[in-house]
């Protein structure tokens, strides 16, 4: 079955640490999302790809960063890690709407971020 | 600009009640919606949506939600709720001047107790 997976699912860094989550998806999907989820929040749009080579900044993408080189992975780097970027961090992915695909999004499970 | 708005931070329901998750909108054009659930340390998972048809869209679970155009609302609807119901859930429209991304609400908070 297709899946979208994230790793590490926990993860203990320190101030100032480059960190990178991964996320990969077997849906063969175009659009890939990362968002972060905070209580009082809910959830915020870090940045988004459209396809290979393709990213786009989302409304909280300061100190984030995405690159696309295959259609199966989006990962997630944070530059210099910050206590602000403790959070819980998801990765999304959905078919693309020209093709037919109707923007339904598909979750993977999280990955928890402790920044210290 | 578009939204979503869930009025509700939480709703409290009686196991074998009937629950509603309310949910408005506002979008130019004709609206895609959607309902998630979130269960705790967990992703978040589709339940339905309404693309185009009947205003009575029914989806896993049990679940169904019920498209009101004039009232501009897809409120989350389940005839006899369960404890295993107790979650969050997120209602998102699509934001049709980006293609693909959707915008969600800030999450309700359902609690069924026995």
């Known amino acids: 079955d297709a899946e979208i997976t994230q790793s590490p699912r926990h993860k203990i860094t320190e101030t100032g640490r480059q960190v990178t989550l991964a996320c990969h998806q077997t849906?063969?999907?175009?659009?890939m999302f990362w968002y972060r989820q905070d209580l009082g929040h809910g959830l915020r749009l870090i940045h988004y790809s459209y396809g290979v080579q393709d990213t786009n900044k989302g409304e909280v993408s300061d100190g984030y960063s995405v690159s696309r080189s295959n259609t199966e992975d989006l990962p997630l780097t944070l530059e210099s890690a910050a206590s602000s970027q403790t959070s819980v961090y998801f990765c999304?992915?959905?078919?693309?709407?020209?093709?037919?695909?109707?923007?339904?999004?598909?979750f993977g499970p999280g990955t928890r971020l402790t920044v210290l | 600009a578009q939204s979503v708005a869930q009025p509700e931070d939480q709703v409290n329901v009686a196991e074998g009640n009937p629950l509603t998750v309310k949910c408005t909108y506002s979008?130019?054009?004709?609206?895609?919606l959607f309902w998630y659930v979130q269960y705790p340390n967990r992703g978040l998972q589709f339940l339905l949506k309404?693309?185009?048809?009947?205003?009575l869209v029914k989806g896993s679970y049990g679940f169904e939600a019920e498209f009101n155009k004039s009232q501009t609302s897809f409120h989350l609807k389940k005839p006899s709720a369960l404890v295993s119901d107790s979650a969050l859930y997120f209602c998102?429209?699509?934001?049709?001047?980006?293609?693909?991304?959707?915008?969600f609400g800030q999450g309700t908070e359902l609690s069924v107790k026995p």
């Open positions: 309404y693309i185009t048809g009947d205003n």
């Open positions: 849906w063969n999907h175009n659009n």
């Open positions: 998102a429209v699509r934001d049709h001047n980006q293609g693909g991304k959707l915008i």
């Open positions: 979008v130019s054009g004709n609206p895609y």
């Open positions: 999304a992915s959905s078919g693309t709407s020209g093709s037919g695909g109707t923007d339904t999004q598909y």
